[in-house]
């Protein structure tokens, strides 16, 4: 089943002799439970690709459809409530809450939402990251790994029906790197969680289903 499709997506800042195109007419599709890694050198146009993906940016041209929604279609507003439900963002750097605890981090997005906190729920997330002793600990009390699990849970809560990781290794030792690889290769399998990985490190990417390659803004 396919759950996202990529359609002649172009992305251009500037004009005239400023002119860059990050993307031009990038066209593709991934199905329901696929774990797919994006790879290419910096400035190849991959962040702007999985940022256009996850509606935290417009195109200049083209469409993206996540599970049958035309994401682009929609009002900033309706897009905002759209991608907090319906994709799960992880970023190199965490992006916690520096004043919010580990639980807390986690179950943000439903707070945002003013949804009620599953304790069995978060009891299995808190399992699942191997976080439970942590819990209560501030980010700034977390290794850089514990960070990115965190974030990592906090992508996972709602059930989204895509997870975007951002180089979610790229500030991470080889050790940690290992651990948060072998975490979003356990979420794909045995929660059928759909991922779309940036990563430059072509070791890293042979863990995902398929690897697509992208340079100077097209599909190599």
């Known amino acids: 089943m396919e759950i996202l499709k990529v359609e002649n997506l172009t992305k251009i800042y500037g ?7 990050a993307l031009d007419h990038v066209s593709f599709t991934v199905e329901k439970g696929e774990f797919v890694a994006i790879v290419g050198a910096s ?3 991959k962040s702007t690709l999985l940022h256009l993906i996850g509606g935290v940016d417009r195109p200049t041209s083209g469409k993206v459809y996540i599970d049958g929604v035309d994401i682009f279609a929609l009002d900033d507003d309706k897009l905002a409530i759209f991608r907090r439900r319906q994709v799960g963002l992880i970023y190199q750097f965490y992006n916690l809450i520096p004043i919010l605890n580990v639980e807390e981090n986690i179950t943000l997005p439903l707070a945002l939402d003013n949804r009620a906190v599953n304790k069995a729920k978060i009891e299995e997330m ?11 600990h501030l980010p700034n009390e977390l290794s850089g ?7 990592i849970g906090r992508a996972l809560i709602t059930n989204p029906t895509l997870i975007l990781a951002d180089e979610p290794t790229g500030n991470l030792d080889s050790k940690s790197s290992d651990e948060i690889v072998a975490l979003l290769k356990k979420t794909n399998k045995e929660l059928k969680q759909t991922i779309i990985m940036i990563t430059h490190n072509l070791e890293i ?3 995902a289903d ?6 100077d803004g097209h599909l190599a």
């Open 210 to 215: 398929r690897i697509i390659k992208i340079e």
């Open 15 to 21: 004009k005239d002799s400023t002119k860059v195109v």
């Open 145 to 151: 790994g514990q960070q990115q699990k965190t974030s």
């Open 43 to 45: 400035g190849s146009g």
């Open 205 to 207: 990417a042979q863990c």
């Open 126 to 136: 808190l399992d699942l990251l191997a976080l439970k002793s942590r819990r209560n």
